[in-house]
């Protein structure tokens, strides 16, 4: 059983799923998930849109319904009786799960760890605990989890090899009715509902300002498959002169497609910063959630780009420094800094080499045998 429970985590997990069903085809995966997971040939008995919230204000509003899903999914591995629950990220509900799972004697696999470099190194001991082999993405993880002699594994991150452009950037502006010839400003507001609330509104009001300053710029946006439309057209109502259009095709012919981009912190940066793209990095939380994060992160940068390369190479505008003002000015700058590709360049080299779910697969496949 492979449980992800936001966009990011439903790619990552249908890597591992696609690499399991090449090692052993008879195997048989359920879950939670989304759309990459599905195609992927896991059985999802829950949509990662029933679990897409973040931060604690919004937790605790979604209480009820995150409860259901996590006795669901209880119920699910009583019925089925997994050999192993592989837990995908989200350590709000999947250490709790984690916790219910070893009462009931099954094998626990953690795929992308909780962010214990950033805040509270020390779960890692309750973690060593619930979890019988962590498998990391970044060497850095590993150090921290061997300095508590837990069970680990360094994979690399599977986004060397997931990251493959499609279409060339002409073919995709042209698919969408934007110019080959202008200024292609991205924008990627992020894949939770709140995200789109807290962060499109400034973003667009960015564009329009980028806009007004050089009528030779356009806009492309891309859409998460976790967020409905209609949420996006709604707020694009006040913008019909801007030369923008949205794009749901393949995200990474759609970032490919940007010449730079504003970009909701998490893995997107990451993914922006692979393909080279100039970026600005934005985040904007409620309050609650943003005073106990200041409060509890150690680490001077919250964008993954910059975490990876271990300095700041894109700016980071964060709660009210996310204002379309800041936003249009730094993306301006980034525009106009050509050093930001060649610190970018860097970034993938830090990620290991390609394989990442394959030699995850084979961990889990030794765990459970």
Same mark, same amino acid.
């Given at each position: 059983?492979?449980?992800?429970?936001?966009?990011?985590?439903?790619?990552?997990?249908?890597?591992?799923?696609?690499?399991?069903?090449?090692?052993?085809?008879?195997?048989?995966?359920?879950?939670?998930?989304?759309?990459?997971?599905?195609?992927?040939?896991?059985?999802?008995?829950?949509?990662?849109?029933?679990?897409?919230?973040?931060?604690?204000?919004?937790?605790?509003?979604?209480?009820?319904?995150?409860?259901?899903?996590?006795?669901?999914?209880?119920?699910?591995?009583?019925?089925?009786?997994?050999?192993?629950?592989?837990?995908?990220?989200?350590?709000?509900?999947?250490?709790?799960?984690?916790?219910?799972?070893?009462?009931?004697?099954?094998?626990?696999?953690?795929?992308?760890?909780?962010?214990?470099?950033?805040?509270?190194?020390?779960?890692?001991?309750?973690?060593?605990?619930?979890?019988?082999?962590?498998?990391?993405?970044?060497?850095?993880?590993?150090?921290?989890?061997?300095?508590?002699?837990?069970?680990?594994?360094?994979?690399?991150?599977?986004?060397?090899?997931? %990251?493959?452009? &499609? !279409? @060339?950037?002409? =073919?995709? $502006?042209?698919?969408?009715?934007?110019? /080959?010839?202008?200024?292609?400003?991205?924008?990627?507001?992020?894949?939770?509902?709140?995200?789109?609330?807290?962060?499109?509104?400034?973003?667009?009001?960015?564009?329009?300002?980028?806009?007004?300053?050089?009528?030779?710029?356009?806009?492309?946006?891309?859409?998460?498959?976790?967020?409905?439309?209609?949420?996006?057209?709604?707020?694009?109502?006040?913008?019909?002169?801007?030369?923008?259009?949205?794009?749901?095709?393949?995200?990474?012919?759609?970032?490919?497609?940007?010449?730079?981009?504003?970009?909701?912190?998490?893995?997107?940066?990451?993914?922006?910063?692979?393909?080279?793209?100039?970026?600005?990095?934005?985040?904007?939380?409620?309050?609650?959630?943003?005073?106990?994060?200041?409060?509890?992160?150690?680490?001077?940068?919250?964008?993954?780009?910059? %975490?990876?390369? &271990? !300095? @700041?190479?894109? =700016?980071? $505008?964060?709660?009210?420094?996310?204002? /379309?003002?800041?936003?249009?000015?730094?993306?301006?700058?980034?525009?106009?800094?050509?050093?930001?590709?060649?610190?970018?360049?860097?970034?993938?080299?830090?990620?290991?080499?390609?394989?990442?779910?394959?030699?995850?697969?084979?961990?889990?496949?030794?765990?459970?045998?």
């Amino acid at each position: 059983m492979i449980i992800a429970g936001e966009a990011s985590g439903d790619m990552r997990a249908s890597g591992l799923a696609r690499a399991l069903k090449e090692l052993d085809p008879a195997i048989r995966l359920s879950g939670i998930g989304g759309q990459y997971m599905r195609q992927a040939g896991v059985e999802c008995f829950t949509d990662i849109t029933e679990l897409a919230v973040i931060g604690i204000a919004e937790v605790l509003k979604n209480l009820s319904r995150i409860k259901k899903v996590f006795d669901q999914t209880l119920k699910q591995i009583d019925t089925t009786q997994p050999d192993c629950v592989v837990l995908v990220d989200y350590p709000g509900f999947n250490l709790r799960l984690a916790r219910e799972i070893k009462k009931r004697h099954i094998k626990v696999i953690y795929y992308i760890s909780p962010q214990v470099w950033a805040w509270r190194e020390k779960r890692v001991l309750k973690i060593k605990e619930l979890v019988d082999r962590m498998i990391v993405l970044f060497p850095f993880e590993q150090d921290i989890y061997s300095k508590y002699e837990m069970n680990v594994d360094y994979v690399g991150h599977p986004l060397v090899d997931e %990251i493959i452009v &499609g !279409k @060339k950037q002409t =073919e995709v $502006l042209k698919s969408i009715g934007l110019s /080959a010839s202008k200024t292609t400003i991205g924008i990627m507001p992020g894949s939770r509902t709140k995200e789109i609330e807290r962060h499109l509104p400034c973003m667009l009001e960015a564009a329009q300002k980028l806009f007004e300053k050089n009528k030779e710029r356009q806009f492309i946006l891309l859409k998460a498959s976790s967020i409905p439309l209609k949420l996006i057209q709604d707020q694009l109502f006040s913008y019909k002169h801007l030369p923008l259009k949205i794009y749901e095709g393949p995200t990474y012919d759609g970032i490919n497609a940007m010449d730079a981009a504003m970009v909701a912190s998490g893995t997107a940066t990451l993914e922006t910063a692979i393909l080279k793209k100039p970026m600005v990095i934005i985040y904007k939380t409620s309050w609650l959630t943003y005073c106990l994060a200041k409060a509890l992160i150690k680490i001077p940068y919250i964008g993954l780009a910059n %975490i990876v390369a &271990g !300095k @700041k190479v894109v =700016e980071e $505008l964060i709660q009210n420094d996310a204002n /379309a003002v800041n936003i249009a000015n730094t993306m301006e700058t980034a525009l106009h800094n050509p050093q930001i590709v060649d610190d970018l360049a860097t970034i993938k080299t830090s990620l290991g080499e390609p394989g990442a779910s394959q030699r995850a697969a084979r961990i889990v496949l030794e765990t459970i045998k």
